[in-house]
């Protein structure tokens, strides 16, 4: 592992248990038993660390997304696949670790906007095409419409004036929506499905 990888692992542990907001330069370096200095040598502050791992986990996100497209039995299995993939990024997610992304490091919060306009919509319009073929989505919906609703309530979830997160679970929210999505455009066929995929992902992760 390179000292730019290392710092990087060691700040999304710490940010990840703890939040972004309150993890300074001297927890990291603390945590690295490494001097200040050498990760300015890398990284000349807090939100370049940031964006560096903002940027990282989208690219991440990417293949992992387009695997599951790839993999997936049918189109209904992978919108239950990105459920689970959902559920297990929160699981290890401090929850005031996307709002302190959105109030305090505004170009990684900007990261995560293209990610969502560019790759998500994509991924979106595919799913619905294959799942309306496959007979498993209502051919009657409208794809452009609903593509942009699904963007909106992914960023929506994570509005702290919708859904303050002193109320609300990032994760629930996140997985109810999508839950809610998926039971609106499936047909008697699909909606079968989503209760099968659904026990048969929470038996493997068992």
């Not at 387009?66 to 993939?85: R, T, W, Y």
Request: aromatic fraction near 10%; hydrophobic fraction near 40%; charge should be neutral.
């Amino acid at each position: 592992m390179t000292p730019e990888e290392n710092i990087l692992q060691t700040a999304v542990e710490l940010f990840f248990k703890y939040g972004i907001k309150s993890v300074t330069m001297d927890d990291i370096a603390k945590q690295l038993s490494m001097s200040k200095k050498t990760i300015y040598n890398y990284y000349s502050n807090k939100n370049e660390i940031v964006l560096a791992l903002t940027s990282a986990h989208f690219k991440n996100n990417i293949c992992e997304c387009e695997m599951l497209a790839k993999n997936s039995k049918d189109a209904v299995f992978e919108m239950v696949g990105m459920m689970h993939q959902i559920s297990v990024a929160f699981a290890q997610m401090n929850p005031t670790v996307v709002y302190d992304l959105q109030k305090y490091h505004p170009e990684a919060w900007q990261l995560f906007k293209n990610f969502k306009e560019k790759n998500i919509s994509k991924l979106m319009e595919d799913n619905l095409k294959k799942g309306i073929e496959q007979g498993l989505y209502r051919n009657e919906i409208n794809i452009k419409v609903l593509v942009r609703l699904r963007l909106e309530e992914v960023e929506m979830a994570s509005t702290p004036s919708i859904y303050d997160p002193n109320k609300f679970d990032l994760k629930e929210v996140q997985l109810e929506l999508l839950n809610h999505f998926l039971h609106g455009i499936t047909t008697i066929k699909g909606h079968k499905l989503i209760t099968r995929y659904k026990k048969m992902m929470i038996e493997n992760a068992i």
